[in-house]
């Protein structure tokens, strides 16, 4: 059967107790963004549920893109049809005879909020159970955890038919927790710890420093790409590339080379505070991890950290490199981060650099670089781009009135 709606249940919304209308409002932004190549589908988001009337979009399709957006527990695709007893007899039949394979058990759920239907919930679930015996003899009634769940819903407006309910991808809906800069390489870390950050409810943009000629065109596509694996989940990232030649070049010839990993770093974070600002942003996200590399010391990190007061947000600093692994893979970024081009820090990667950086010496090699015109330069070169998932197209729709 058609499906002709889908029933969205909220996630941990339900807890965040006043806010709940700007988190509901703001779900159902991410919502349109994301289904942006279906202008058919109208969204009406109400207290406890959002309801996504498809007009003739096909369910399959937006179903994948729904299972991403961050906010959902689960949805139900569901059927709507007149409330007549006759005609819901002859839908719960046909559904059971599309999924009953000669092995599941079912259950009728009714529910309704129309009180002036004929039939309770009670009597709906005994006449339409019976309609299903009616047709397959052999099929099973369980109460508890059925295989199929056939819900019926009689509303105000229609009947609504559902059987299934889908997973969501949890988490809050991104856009509700404020902005941050996620420091985005080419590796397998950043990515995932952006992904976490988002799951979160963390609206973020992308910060990658490119290094040319050092580093080469694909080393930045390989970061754009990346990007774009995190566009379902929001619709559309912000990347901003930030050149580092000139900087990583002075460090180059002005430090000692057991200093050049700390100085980098520390230049690297300067310069994304500097863009958070500029980009009203309020927390800076990395993909560092604890003990991985010599960066990630709590002795550098400590060295590192001393250029800003601003949050750094390290998602996933205490999790094992496999479990990263494990969820670069389940969100597809794990291909694109092992392919083999070099970002700028492999290729200026000293041959040992300093596990337990001195502060004191950090200050003193600092001083023989221009710090504040190095910044500035690497500032008036930015460059902006919005990653998309999807083409641009549609309107976004006002959601206050639905509230
Ligand atoms: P990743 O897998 O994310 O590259 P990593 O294990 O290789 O991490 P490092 O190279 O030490 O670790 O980098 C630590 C963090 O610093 C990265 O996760 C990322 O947030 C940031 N970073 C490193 N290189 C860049 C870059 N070229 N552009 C933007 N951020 C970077
Ligand atoms: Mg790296």
């Known amino acids: 059967m058609k499906y002709s709606e889908i029933m969205v249940r909220y996630g941990e919304l339900s807890t965040k107790g006043k806010n709940r209308k700007s988190f509901i409002m703001q779900l159902a932004r991410n919502v349109r963004q994301a289904l942006i190549d279906f202008p058919e589908i109208k969204i009406h988001a109400d207290r406890d549920r959002m309801h996504l009337l498809l007009n003739g979009a096909d369910s399959k399709l937006v179903v994948p893109k729904l299972a991403k957006i961050f906010g959902i527990q689960n949805f139900s695709p569901s059927i709507r049809m007149e409330k007549d007893v006759s005609k819901l007899k002859e839908a719960v039949q046909e559904i059971i005879k599309e999924v009953y394979t000669g092995k599941e058990t079912f259950k009728i759920i009714a529910k309704r909020s129309d009180h002036d239907f004929e039939l309770t919930s009670n009597e709906l679930n005994q006449t339409l159970g019976n309609a ?81 000629p050092y580093t080469s065109e694909q080393a930045l596509q390989k970061a754009k790409d990346l990007t774009a694996k995190l566009v379902p989940y929001v619709g559309k990232i912000e990347f901003i590339e930030v050149p580092f030649t000139e900087i990583q070049e002075e460090i180059k010839r002005n430090v000692p080379q057991g200093y050049w990993m700390t100085i980098t770093r520390r230049m690297m974070l300067r310069l994304t505070d500097e863009i958070r600002r500029i980009r009203h942003g309020l927390v800076i996200i990395n993909g560092e991890s604890l003990g991985q590399v010599a960066s990630q010391t709590l002795q550098s990190m400590v060295a590192i950290n001393e250029v800003t007061n601003t949050p750094i947000v390290r998602p996933v600093a205490t999790m094992d490199k496999l479990e990263i692994i494990e969820v670069a893979e389940e969100i597809e970024t794990f291909e694109l981060s092992i392919q083999p081009f070099e970002d700028c820090c492999t290729i200026f990667a000293p041959p040992q650099p300093k596990t337990r950086p001195h502060l004191d010496k950090v200050h003193q090699y600092e001083e023989r670089l221009p710090i504040a015109e190095l910044v500035y330069r690497a500032l008036a070169g930015l460059k902006m781009e919005t990653v998309y998932a999807v083409a641009k197209s549609g309107q976004m729709e006002e959601f206050a009135d639905l509230l």
Not at 133 to 146: A, E, G, T
Request: hydrophobic share 40%.
């Open 132 to 212: 299903v015996i009616d047709v397959f003899s052999d099929i099973k009634v369980q109460m508890k955890k059925p295989d199929i769940p056939l819900r019926v819903e009689i509303r105000r407006d229609a009947a609504y038919l559902s059987y299934e309910t889908i997973q969501g991808a949890g988490g809050l809906p991104v856009g509700t927790s404020g902005k941050g800069m996620l420091m985005l390489s080419g590796g397998i870390d950043s990515p995932v710890a952006g992904y976490f950050a988002m799951k979160r409810g963390v609206e973020i943009e992308a910060v990658h420093f490119a290094s040319p």
